[in-house]
């Protein structure tokens, strides 16, 4: 039944957002270029400098189009957890309690609005240049590591994303603490991780785990040594990180709900 629900939720949001056509290609606009005023703060750093991390403009420029990909396409399908504190809060969440039907993917079909392909569309264009100016040796395996690399790295966000709204559930205001998370690491991994500071890099990088949306995947396509020190082959572990990151926060999302005891109203 989920199967054929979903789609139509989905595809409901999207007519209704499709129906005013201007204001949607405002929205698109705007959209791409909030993605690029991030790009010109890189720009404006490596008009001073001339690597960062040992990392030339072009190759950071791969980074952070990785990571934007990355995100938009989270924001895209799991932004709308950042409204999980008003459903506690209002006692909706009770409502999606009642339906037969997963409580994490009906927040996330919720209100899917399609704008936030404009911040997609814009990395993919930084990202189409830089591959084009870093002079990778082409293989099918890394063919396939620079396709799989922003899936990877989404649905990895997409964990954060999870996990930090969990908390939530506790802490009804939590907001900013998930806000801290989900979009701190996406400003995190737009930088090699090598320029951060060691507490902040184990937290960020290897904990949340934000190293592997586009440092490690870029280290892989560009053969080049980690300045940490790790293994090559750790450049190729995306999507096993993915799949772990999703299973951690499918559990700690079904303990929450578990111990979710509503808000008395």
Not at 176 to 199: C, D, K, L, M, W
Not at 229 to 249: Q, R
Request: aromatic share 12%; with cysteine; net charge positive.
């Amino acid at each position: 039944m989920a199967d054929s629900i979903y789609p139509r939720l989905i595809g409901a949001r999207l007519r209704s957002q499709m129906s005013y056509r201007a204001s949607f290609a405002l929205d698109l606009a705007t959209q791409v270029l909030a993605q690029w005023i991030e790009l010109v703060v890189i720009l404006v750093l490596f008009g001073h400098v001339s690597a960062l991390g040992g990392f030339t403009k072009n190759e950071v420029l791969l980074m952070y189009a990785f990571a934007g990909i990355a995100f938009g396409v989270a924001d895209l399908f799991a932004g709308q957890l950042d409204n999980l504190p008003t459903y506690i809060r209002t006692g909706n969440f009770d409502v999606l309690l009642m339906r037969p039907l997963g409580t994490l993917p009906q927040i996330m079909v919720s209100d899917v609005r399609l704008r936030r392909v404009g911040r997609i569309a814009g990395a993919i264009a930084v990202m189409v240049y830089a591959l084009t100016q870093v002079g990778i040796g082409w293989t099918p395996g890394k063919v396939a590591l620079a396709v799989v690399t922003p899936l990877a790295g989404a649905v990895i966000y997409g964990a954060v994303w999870v996990v930090a709204c969990s908390i939530c559930f506790w802490i009804v205001e939590g907001r900013e603490f998930a806000n801290a998370v989900t979009y701190g690491s996406n400003t995190f991994t737009s930088y090699p991780i090598n320029v951060y500071s060691r507490p902040l890099r184990w937290l960020m990088a290897f904990i949340v785990p934000g190293a592997f949306v586009a440092y490690y995947p870029s280290l892989a396509l560009l053969g080049k040594q980690d300045p940490l020190g790790l293994p090559g082959w750790v450049g190729w572990t995306s999507p096993l990180v993915a799949a772990l990151a999703a299973t951690v926060a499918g559990f700690v999302w079904r303990f929450a709900v578990r111990h979710y005891r509503g808000t008395g109203s």
